[in-house]
DNA sequence: CTGTTAGCGCTTTCAT
DNA sequence: ATGAAAGCGCTAACAG
């Protein structure tokens, strides 16, 4: 109780001061069996008393755990991700476990060393967000821990997977352009391996042919989802001299960019341009305009994640909400005018 | 060599494959000492074989260290901490130390649990990126494990501490409202606990008064470091009705605010108000128009952090470079106009 | 150079 | 209900 970070106290002198055999405190420790109130007592007073911590590691090694949960994510700095961490660092936390972050930098053999390094911790399970390892590897390492993964759609035992319609958001967002009028809508999308991409980018394609007009192919380009990617993208559409009064972009970060291409050139949003993101970053409250999104609930995400891997662990049934994706309608898009 | 994750291959077996003694294939993991060739080989072509990996937990209780150093920050997901996080990953990684990130919540008992649960994992040492705990406390760890902490001037055997001069940079970003003509700069300061908001608070005063203006005081205002707390405050400066040309706003997030605050007010940036913001976030290359801001080399204090860290826990001298806090100006910033 | 022998701090039978 | 003892997988003296 002295208030000071927890010297190498171990769980030995505890017992000793206690009075009682490592075991008991052990067994309090643990609630792993009844034991006599009277010893409990002198037991969690020695524990104070030292301001006693069980060693992890060495907890870790006698029971083949390590009460640590890897987390394999792009990049550990990406705006979007950063909020599912936040979730799952919750998550974990209420039932004691710690997250192991890493990054794969968009690099299939990044993420494997990660698993590798990962393994080597012994960590409880591993959750994988938007990984690019493809299938049947992941599938061959839940054969040997719990594994949660997002943005894919992978069966399994020892596999979970959460997965929000991206397609059906890809349409509402496009649908939320053409009830506004616009009739010419560019769509900005991700990287062309990205599964996530490839769902808003077909949602787009549907909204546009029920809507009776076609998808003209030139209007579609692909970014990698960073700002930079958002503008050039832009540039290049202006500089085909292709017409478009809307915008939907694959994420918000491009959608950054974007408008910016667009204030370069003289071009206003909304009142020229209607543009709408995807994610709903914290800061697309604050862009200006504010930026019309589809939200996309991250922190959720990652408290789902983490409880998911909660319940692999303890070998509970696991179900899945659904995940909400929904258009948020602030000030980046406006009705078409003119003719 | 099959390429899938590690199964539980213990050192033992190693030794058992390679026909030599347990201490042998340690020996060779650790280069602790020398063996025959023919031996190494035989052991190296075992642990190929095998997928071997050591186990961290078992290496960990063996020898006394975790080879993971604790990173305690106040949010995981804000966008400045995220950049140094990154730089802490790969300076640690290429020591084989992993982080163990947690969020401390701005909240002082916050940061004292997190220092006993990373206490109690038996970290070698952890990185304290701008916390609220006393000096006084924080000593009192390092006398058990090493420290490195930013954002405050702690002397001390066993902690080094890396502070930017941010009373310069305050004074740097004046100085160029300043120089473009600005004479009533208005100031959005951080919280009035927080060190760094205090120096730039003071540099910005310095300024002003070395240049022979008044420092009104009902131009300064406080927010949080948040987006919210930015636009709050320019509503605030704008409901008072007191003049300014120029806002000096002590982080990008809350200059973001304030952009928005004046653009909602029909105030136009830079035309009407120049705003500077201070961190320089990747994001804020892509605001509109793109903000002046001060830089403040994130990634690098953390790669920066991370090697001291490294240093401290293998006894070696650590030198701290100086951390430059450069004015990057962009267009949010412009000659005051008129009289 | 290399094998043998103790632990590291905790959990977990197995007795009692 | 509780203590004694045997590990968990690895490192580090200690002897050869």
């Known amino acids: 109780m002295d208030g000071r970070g927890s010297s190498p106290v171990t769980l030995e002198e505890v017992a000793r001061r206690a009075g009682v055999s490592p075991s008991t ?3 309090i420790l643990n609630g792993t069996a009844r034991v006599r109130e009277s010893k409990r007592q002198a037991v969690e007073r020695a524990i104070a008393d030292l301001d006693y911590r069980p060693n992890v590691m060495a907890q870790g090694l006698a029971r083949g755990s390590s009460m640590s949960v890897g987390v394999i994510t ?5 705006p979007f991700f950063n909020e599912s961490l936040k ?11 710690a997250p192991l972050f890493v990054s794969g930098h968009w690099k299939k053999e990044k993420e494997t060393e990660c698993m590798s390094l990962l393994a080597a911790r012994r960590v409880d399970g591993v959750i994988v967000l938007t990984g690019m390892i493809d299938d049947a590897a992941l599938l061959s390492y839940a054969a040997r821990l719990p594994l949660v993964i ?6 399994g035992t020892n596999v979970v997977s959460i997965q929000a319609n991206n397609e059906q958001a890809g349409y509402d967002a496009t649908r939320h352009l053409l009830d506004l009028g616009h009739t010419r809508i560019a769509h900005i999308s991700g990287p062309e391996v990205n599964v996530d991409a490839q769902d808003r980018l077909a949602g787009y394609r549907r909204a ?3 809507a009776g007009l076609p998808v003209e192919e030139r209007l579609i380009t692909y970014g990698d989802f960073h700002e930079t990617s958002g503008l050039l993208a832009v540039n290049q559409l ?3 001299r292709l017409n478009f009064t809307a915008l939907f972009v694959a994420n918000d970060q491009m959608a950054y960019g974007a408008r910016l291409a667009l204030y370069r050139k003289g071009i206003r949003v909304p009142e020229d341009v209607s543009i709408i993101g995807f994610d709903d970053l914290p800061s697309s409250l604050y862009t200006t305009p504010p930026l019309t999104t589809v939200r996309q609930p991250a922190y959720d995400l990652g408290k789902i994640a983490g409880d998911a891997m909660l319940g692999l662990i303890q070998g509970e049934p696991v179900s899945i909400p659904h995940i909400p994706l929904q258009v948020i309608v602030r000030e980046s898009t406006l009705r078409r005018r003119g003719p």
């Open 150 to 155: 997002t943005g894919r759609n992978l069966q």
């Open 208 to 210: 546009l042919t029920e």
């Open 238 to 240: 202006l500089e085909s």
């Open 87 to 97: 979730g799952i660092e919750d998550s974990l936390a209420k039932a004691g476990y």
């Open 25 to 27: 405190v052990s067994r």
């Open 74 to 78: 792009q990049d550990i700095a990406s």
